[in-house]
């Protein structure tokens, strides 16, 4: 059963906390008890049934035929390989890989499962069309887009800060072929994207006309507790291939460093350390858009502060939404306080913990923040020295460690997970490499490719050719006036 962070919703079932997607009024969906799940019984067993598993402990009001079919996504043609998450090794460190999805970044590993926890959610509710409504930083967007692509009963609007996205990025999105599928740019940033797409949620008005056309809401996003879940799973499978690898003894423990943005991603490895996993030490990297660095410096969640666009795009965020969740557990599950909280933030654009949540945040995680020249760098030398190709996303988490390392002295075997496949972000990974900037972004694709040996992702080839989507573009408060328009609402 799920409850709110915010003390308004206990109860719910998986299927209703994953229909709704956040909770009406305010604050996200949790789990009410955080179940022990045993890696020892998962040895042997396939990525498929490993995650099968943890959806059933999760989610026991499902069918175990929709449970199946979700899983029945991690395989060969949809991935590339019959292992979606590969654990590689860069110098003495593992990389894991979550790219090997259609759209080669790690959010394929959660959006292609969340259309069959959704459509399945949404058959006892009582409406015909469920409509999709994302924010993305770039990577989520694409992923959601394909995971929805012609899925009945859907009908998804993507909508990403015009000019905030990479070439590729972009690109991805605009050819994007489903008959359901609608892509907006904003004239704005991602935050005022997402929280233009929150206040839209959160409004009775909004519901109201949706409920009259006979259609409902829902939330691709990290918020989504449909979204999250998946992910525990690929923390699972980490840590049964360093043992098989022979990089932990069984049951010693690992460190695992996380690129962060909107803490979907590191949230569900702190979920997995909770359930059991031996993990010692979470690493939250961000880039310069470091507000969660210095969260965990001073104890004060500051969003007032410049915005930056960087060359890790996915991670340019300043409201990172699932740190509501890890508040709530550090806090000791105080729904007043988080309220309390969240209301200084959405007021004034910060807010201050208490002391002992501070110190509980700091025991399990440690945060560090790279510039981009510390990125490009970092790129350079990863390559240079361990033939291994980072994209700038994973380089922020690579670097990250680095320093990690030389303050604590912590060498135990740690783990970089890789959001990206560098294709994605070609330019810039190219120019970290040679120092030189590639033609155009497009050259780059086939420059890197001929450089390292590493081949372009299926989803990333050919994005020159298919046919874009005209534009479409509004202001963030104009994004209510676009779903009128497009919905007839
Ligand atoms: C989304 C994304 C991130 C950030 O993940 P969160 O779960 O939002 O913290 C990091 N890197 C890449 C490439 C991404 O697409």
Not at 210 to 233: C, D, H, V, Y
Request: with cysteine; aromatic share 10%.
């Amino acid at each position: 059963m799920y409850e709110s962070t915010r003390g308004n919703a206990s109860g719910y079932t998986g299927k209703r906390a994953i229909a709704l997607g956040m909770v009406p009024g305010g604050g996200l969906f949790v789990p009410m008890e955080i179940p022990r799940f045993d890696w020892e019984e998962l040895k042997g067993k396939t990525y498929r049934e490993l995650a099968l598993r943890l959806l059933r402990l999760f989610l026991p009001d499902f069918e175990s035929e929709v449970l199946d079919r979700a899983v029945g996504v991690y395989r060969k043609g949809v991935f590339d390989n019959m292992n979606p998450a590969p654990l590689k090794e860069a110098g003495a460190d593992g990389v894991l890989e979550l790219w090997h999805g259609p759209t080669a970044a790690f959010k394929d590993m959660a959006l292609q499962v969340l259309p069959h926890l959704l459509t399945a959610s949404l058959s006892d509710e009582p409406h015909r069309e469920v409509l999709i409504l994302t924010a993305t930083s770039g990577d989520t967007g694409k992923a959601a887009l394909e995971g929805f692509c012609n899925v009945d009963g859907t009908q998804i609007v993507v909508f990403y800060p015009h000019g905030g996205v990479s070439a590729v990025q972009e690109r991805q999105m605009t050819t994007t072929e489903g008959q359901n599928a609608h892509v907006i740019a904003v004239e704005g940033n991602f935050d005022e994207c997402q929280t233009a797409v929150k206040k839209i949620f959160s409004s009775d008005s909004m519901r109201r006309r949706l409920q009259e056309k006979n259609m409902t809401f829902s939330s691709a996003n990290s918020i989504n507790w449909g979204r999250l879940l998946p992910q525990i799973a690929y923390y699972y499978w980490a840590y049964l291939q360093a043992v098989e690898q022979g990089k932990v003894k069984p049951g010693e423990t690992l460190n695992v460093v996380v690129p962060t943005g909107n803490f979907g991603n590191i949230l569900a490895g702190y979920y997995a350390k909770e359930m059991g996993l031996p993990i010692a030490r979470l690493i939250c990297a961000s880039n310069k858009n470091k507000v969660l660095t210095d969260f965990f410096a001073t104890g004060v969640y500051d969003s007032q502060r410049p915005f930056y666009l960087t060359i890790s795009p996915s991670m340019d965020i300043l409201i990172s939404s699932n740190f509501e969740r890890f508040l709530y557990e550090m806090s000791g599950r105080d729904a007043e306080k988080i309220q309390a909280w969240y209301n200084d933030l959405a007021t004034k654009g910060v807010f201050q913990v208490d002391a002992q949540t501070l110190e509980r945040s700091r025991d399990i995680m440690y945060a560090g923040w790279a510039d981009e020249d510390e990125v490009l760098k970092e790129i350079q030398e990863r390559y240079a020295q361990q033939g291994y190709v980072f994209d700038p996303h994973t380089a922020v988490a690579a670097k990250v460690y680095g320093d990690y390392r030389r303050k604590t002295g912590d060498f135990r075997y740690t783990i970089i997970v890789s959001t990206a496949s560098p294709f994605k972000f070609a330019g810039n990974v190219y120019r970290g490499i040679t120092g030189k900037a590639p033609e155009d972004e497009w050259e780059a694709l086939e420059e890197l490719s001929r450089l390292t040996g590493w081949e372009i992702p299926r989803g990333l080839r050919g994005l020159t050719t298919r046919s874009e989507r005209p534009l479409t573009l509004c202001r963030p408060e104009e994004i209510g006036s676009v779903l009128a328009r497009l919905f007839g609402l």
